[in-house]
Every structure is written in C-alpha cells, then in structure tokens.
C-alpha cells in the first residue's frame, strides 16, 4: 500500500509560479513510479509528468515540457511539479498518483494509488 498527499495548490496570477508536492508513504520501493495527473472540469484525467522513485530521467507529457518539472528527494519521500508560466487554461485539480512498473504508465488506469488531489487556479 502506498499512501499520497499532495498540497502547494492555490490561485496565482498567469505567467506565474506554484510548485506542487506529493508526500508519499508506506511502500516505497525502486520500482515506483510517481507521476502527476491533472483533471478540468468536463475533461479526462490528463498525464503530466513522471518520475521513477530510484532514479532515471523523468517522462513529460508533450503539453507542459519546458514549462513544468518533476523531482523527488527520497529523504523526504516527496515529489515535487514545479510549474512556471502558468496559463488559465493549466486550471484544475492535480493529483499524484502511483505504482509500481518497468515502464512509465500515462495512462491514468494504469495507477492504483492516487492522493486526494490540490487544486490550481490562474487567472488571466
């Protein structure tokens, strides 16, 4: 079982900075995979970026590369979105979600843990 919380949502103007965190606990092993999804109002859960708990190079959807950041610190057992130039349309509720694979899953079916949930408002 893995346990997520995420928190660092909020309203920021457009153009504007959040960084989001994913606390993680339970069973966190190497093949973990922790990714951050989002959701609109009236749309699908959208993949945003990935992570894997032992390392690699991270995984980003092509809609936020350049423009959002994901890291983890295993000490604190936290993964972190960094998101900058935010635009209103990056408006939603955002979520972490994670389990356990050999490859990175985009897909948010694939994931059978997820936290709660933060929501990001920009305004224009």
Known sequence: QVQLVESGGGLVQAGGSLRLSCAASGRTFSSLIISWFRQAPGKEREF???????????NYADSVKGRFTITRDNAKNTVYLQMNNLKPEDTAIYYCAADSASAYFTRAYDYNYWGQGTQVTVSS
């Open 48 to 58: 945003l970026a990935a992570i894997r708990w032992s390392g690699s190079r991270p």
